[in-house]
Structure formats: C-alpha cells, structure tokens
C-alpha cells in the first residue's frame, strides 16, 4: 500500500466537524503553489509551497468540508509523467473505497492539467466527486487565483451533485468536463473553456449549478484499468503543417507503439504522409487522425481513409486522443475496437 494513503484522517484535524463532509486534497505542484514576488506573474517558482500553505491561504476553507492534505509531488505540470498519473490513480482508487472520505481535489499545474484531468476520467474507479484545480497567478501574486479556485473546488468536491459527473475542473468559477476542457489563454485568470461546449455549469461561492453533463463514457462506465500498469505504451504526436516532412512518421515510429497525427483541416495530410500513414499499418503501429483545430469533429473521410488506414479521432484534442489510443493499447491493436472506443470516450 502506498505509505501516503495513512496519513488520511480527518478526526485528528483540529477544525474537524462531523456535519461536513471530507475531502482529501492531493497536491502535484504548479502555480497554485508557486511562489514570487507578488507584482511578478511571469518570472516565479511553480511547485514552491507546500499544500498546508495552499489550505491555510483560503479562508472559511473549514466550513465547506474537512480537508486532508497529501504532497504527491511539488513541480512545474510539464514535468508530469505517466508515473505521476499511476500514483494518482491508484491513491484514489484505494482511498474512494472508504466510507469516511467523500470527495477528492487535485492541484496541479495548468499546462497540463487537461491531460490529466482526461487520464483519471478513463482509469478512475469511482461515482465520488475528483475536481482539478490550479491557478493562473502564483499564490504569493497580488490578486492571486488559487484560494477562490481551491475553495470552490472543495466545495464541488463535498457536493453530492458532483457524484458520477466524471472528473471535472473547478476554474475561475467555471466547472467544466475532464474530457473537453482545454487551455484558452496563456495568461489570463480566466484560461479555460471546453472544445464547444461551454461548461458543465458555474460555481458562485461554495453553491454549484450545474446545466449539462457528458454523455461519453467515463471512471466506473470505462473500461480501461490501469492497478497493475508501472507504465503505459508510448504514443507520439505528429504535427503537420504544409510540405511537412513524412519522414517524421518513421522516425517517431521507431519510439512509439501508435502515433497521433494533428492534421490540417478535418485531421488531412499530404499524400506523401497517406503513403506513410499506410506503411505504418502494415508494421502495426496504429495511426490517429486529429486535427489541429481547436473545435469541430474528425471523422472517417473518404480522400485520407483510402484503405482505412487510420482512425479518426471524433473530437478529441491531438494531446488527448494520444492518451486514449495509449490506454487502448493497453487492450488491443485491432483497429475497428480502437476506432469504436474514440466515439465513446
Ligand atoms: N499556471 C500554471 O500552473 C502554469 C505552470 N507552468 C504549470 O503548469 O505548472
């Protein structure tokens, strides 16, 4: 058992109330936790403060629910690895199955945070609310983000309306899905929004409303499981732009066991990379059509899927279509089951 999962309990926190519900927060770093001088929100430390700093920055935190603190990791989210995403996975596949814990909330850095939120959408075994949050400033900036994010989000995560949405962002009031969310601004506080779908609904104080709900298939209703993986298999992404070199393809087919391409368009290539794209079958390496469009869908086109050759990835991003198809193939290579697995997921 991971040695983290002990220090969970509640009764010894000295706000603890038993009407309220208890969260444990799982921190990974990022600028939620980063740390500068207050007037600088471009050159600072990301994955500075400790999670107990992040807690006692946001006031009335103790009347929203009872929270427990656990340092998974302290950096920077372009440094999140598959490995941090197992042992994301399997603390709260353990912990869910306590009756005494309600809710999770995860800190993480906003570059990757989407990825993140997709991965524990397809591997979490649990109906209990898991909402990912970060911040835009670091938490020492003036105006600083975090606190009212931290706090909305234990607060979404102690909402029994919360249950079996799938994992959701709580973001400058914005609750939104782990599958569509994606990163708008580079900047701004308001830096997310959903791949056209607007948001599942919005957080005003600690209240929720909520409007929609995905209907793709995620945590308990998935299939993927992921308890005795250390890894998973690697999946490239290829960009292509015009007069793009096809020898990309071979190249990253020598590190990968499948490749996503973010197309032109609907997710097209030239035909130098049709012809690649083929080769690449015949030695069993999966290929994923994506396009490098931030909205619309990719699907079966009768120009690029000559032989179906590849497999369109409806309405993914390129970023998260390469976790599907790895998880995928942690399951098959055949590619009707991995083409039918990205109009449910
Ligand atoms: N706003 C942020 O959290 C950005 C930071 N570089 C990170 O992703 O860790």
Redesign the pocket.
Request: proline share 8%.
């Given at each position: 058992m991971n040695s983290l999962l002990t220090t969970v309990d509640f009764k010894t926190l000295s706000t603890y109330n038993p009407e309220l519900k208890n969260v444990v927060i799982l921190a990974t770093?990022?600028?939620?936790a980063?740390s500068g001088e207050a007037h600088k929100t471009l050159n600072y430390e990301?994955?500075a403060l400790p999670i107990s700093d992040l807690l006692a920055s946001v006031p009335h935190l103790d009347e929203v629910a009872n929270c427990a603190g656990i340092q998974v990791s302290n950096?920077?989210?372009?440094?999140?690895t598959v490995s941090h995403w197992l042992t994301l996975a399997s603390i709260i596949n353990s912990l869910a199955g306590r009756d005494d814990i309600h809710g999770f909330v995860i800190t993480?850095?906003?570059?990757?945070?989407d990825e993140t939120s997709y991965f524990l959408n397809l591997v979490l075994k649990t109906d209990k609310p898991v909402i990912i949050t970060?911040?835009?400033?670091?938490a020492t900036a003036i105006s600083a983000d975090g606190p009212l994010n931290l706090y909305q989000s234990v607060a979404l995560a102690a909402n029994p309306e919360a249950c079996g949405m799938g994992v959701m962002v709580v973001f400058a009031e914005g609750i939104y899905s782990g599958r569509d969310v994606q990163k708008v601004n580079t900047?701004k506080a308001n830096?997310f929004d959903e791949r056209d779908f607007g948001c599942l609904g919005y957080m005003r104080d600690s209240e929720a409303f909520f409007y929609t709900r995905t209907l793709k298939k995620h945590t308990t209703a998935a299939q993927f499981d992921v308890s005795a993986l250390s890894s998973l298999p690697e999946v490239s992404v290829a960009y292509f732009h015009v007069d793009a070199n096809p020898g990309i393809l071979d190249y990253l087919a020598t590190l990968s066991q499948g490749i996503i391409i973010a197309g032109a368009g609907g997710g097209i290539y030239s035909k130098s990379w049709i012809d690649k794209v083929g080769e690449l079958k015949q030695s069993n390496i999966p290929v994923v059509r994506c396009s490098r469009i931030s909205s619309g869908i990719t699907l079966k086109d009768a120009y690029i899927d000559l032989s179906s050759n590849s497999i369109p990835c409806n309405s993914l991003v390129p970023q998260k279509a390469r976790i599907l198809l790895s998880l995928a193939l942690t399951q098959t290579k055949d590619y009707d089951r991995i083409a039918a697995m990205y109009n449910e997921y």
């Open positions: 770093g990022g600028t939620i980063g990301p994955g950096l920077c989210s372009a440094d999140i993480h850095g906003t570059d990757t945070l970060g911040s835009m400033r670091p900047f830096a």
